[in-house]
């Protein structure tokens, strides 16, 4: 579509109105796709192609001039995020860091979650399990193909990867594995490049393959603190506590306020059709209530009194 836009004819003022149009929807999708003009200059780089051209320049202006003025409505009239989201620069920057280089190399986050939790050892495994495999599929592949890339389009994956990630580096406490997925988009295309000439390029996707999978699979049959196992975990509580009549108000006891993220008070409310805000979250249950639900930390539930 950019070389669409430098000649003039119909179709390159339709592109014109076209391309800001997606980018609005883009916006309207997701926060990262502020970087979206950012990241078309970056590939330019890499294409050894300049995008600064007659149609170019001008829808690209269109988008940022969109952007601008799309964060200026999101700082105005956005409701409060959630304290895990907000940016701030500090020990999270390496933190994030640490966590953008495991996405990368599919490293699951519930691998990293199981640390957390004290087992270690499966975790560990189940981490180098994912990433050995993709650190020897680009092995493979650079060691006959890297002189297919310039040094000019190495820095320029590299400038797309962190670019597209920027503003997960900041979050303060969250991470999340798609966070990446734009990020691994021109290194897989670069992998992919690579591989086609060598010999050995079935082991290449082989290798990808079994890294995926591993990662996947392992993330199907983790338990707890896992979020597959933590969904399974809060339909089963909902199935069985909306088997009996239960009237409002209603008191709910945790001892693991993660584990109760999979029902929430508005999951309780809609399967009890009770109002959200007659259900009250606690960490005791008052010795006057009629009713109050206990959940301990390895999710067993039961009625107090």
Sequence with gaps: WLHALCTPNPRSLLL?????????????????????????VVIGLFARRGPWRRGNTLAW??????????????RHFTARTDAAYTLTLGFNVIRNGMAFVAWLLNVPRESIRMIMTGDTGAALAWMAAAALPMLGAWFIALRRGHALLSL????????FAVVAYGPYFLFSWNSYPYYAAISAILPVIALARLSTDSRRLWLVAMLVVV???VAVAGTRQA?????????HWG??????????PVGAPLWVQISDSRRFYAVGSAGLA????????????????????????????????RWRP
């Excluded at 202006?61 to 999101?74: E, G, H, P, T, Y």
């Excluded at 000019?152 to 400038?159: E, S, Y």
């Design 16 to 40: 014109l109105v076209c391309i800001p149009v997606l980018q609005m929807l883009a916006l309207l999708t997701k926060e990262s796709a502020v970087l979206i003009p950012l990241l078309m």
């Design 61 to 74: 202006v269109v988008c940022v001039a969109q952007i601008v003025l799309w964060l200026f409505l999101d």
């Design 152 to 159: 000019r389009q190495w820095l320029a994956i590299a400038l």
């Design 211 to 213: 890294s995926s999978w």
């Design 223 to 231: 338990a707890q603190p896992a979020l597959i196992a933590r969904a």
């Design 235 to 244: 339909e089963n509580l909902l199935q069985q506590v909306g088997e009996q």
């Design 270 to 301: 809609w399967r009890l059709g009770i109002e959200p805000e007659a259900i009250h979250v606690t960490r005791h249950c008052p010795v006057t209530m009629k009713h109050c639900l206990s959940i301990d930390k390895n999710g067993h539930w």
